[in-house]
């Protein structure tokens, strides 16, 4: 059974910064395409940074220069580093896995979140 577990979340002040981490279980974690995204109270989801089996990664414009996602296949666990924090960066955020196939990235997999708030 596939599990994808958050952690890191909390409370900051605009500046500050924060590692989320998602630690997954159940499948073969470093053939996945691995994402962060985020919900925003009474917005729709979207998708902040994402990294492939190759290791390569997109982000974002909004948090590009701000928010780097690594991972490490040994621990199983996907990281997301968020620096120079912003108000607009308050959201759910949640870690998904997926496999790309014809080149399209489909997540299947998704965890249960963990909140982010930043304050001015």
């Known amino acids: 059974q596939v599990q994808l577990v958050e952690s890191g979340g909390g409370s900051v002040q605009a500046g500050g910064t924060l590692r989320l981490s998602c630690v997954a279980s159940?499948?073969?974690?470093?053939?996945?395409?691995m994402g962060w995204f985020r919900q925003a109270p009474g917005k729709e989801r979207e998708g902040v940074t994402a990294i492939d089996s190759d290791g390569s990664t997109t982000y974002a414009n909004s948090v590009k220069g701000r928010f780097t996602i690594s991972k490490d296949n040994a621990k199983n666990t996907l990281y997301l580093q968020m620096n120079s924090l912003k108000p607009e960066d308050t959201a759910m955020y949640y870690c998904?896995?997926?496999?790309?196939?014809?080149?399209?990235?489909?997540?299947?997999?998704w965890g249960q979140g963990t909140q982010v708030t930043v304050s001015s």
């Open positions: 998904a896995a997926g496999e790309r196939v014809a080149g399209i990235v489909t997540y299947n997999y």
């Open positions: 159940g499948y073969t974690y470093s053939s996945y395409s």
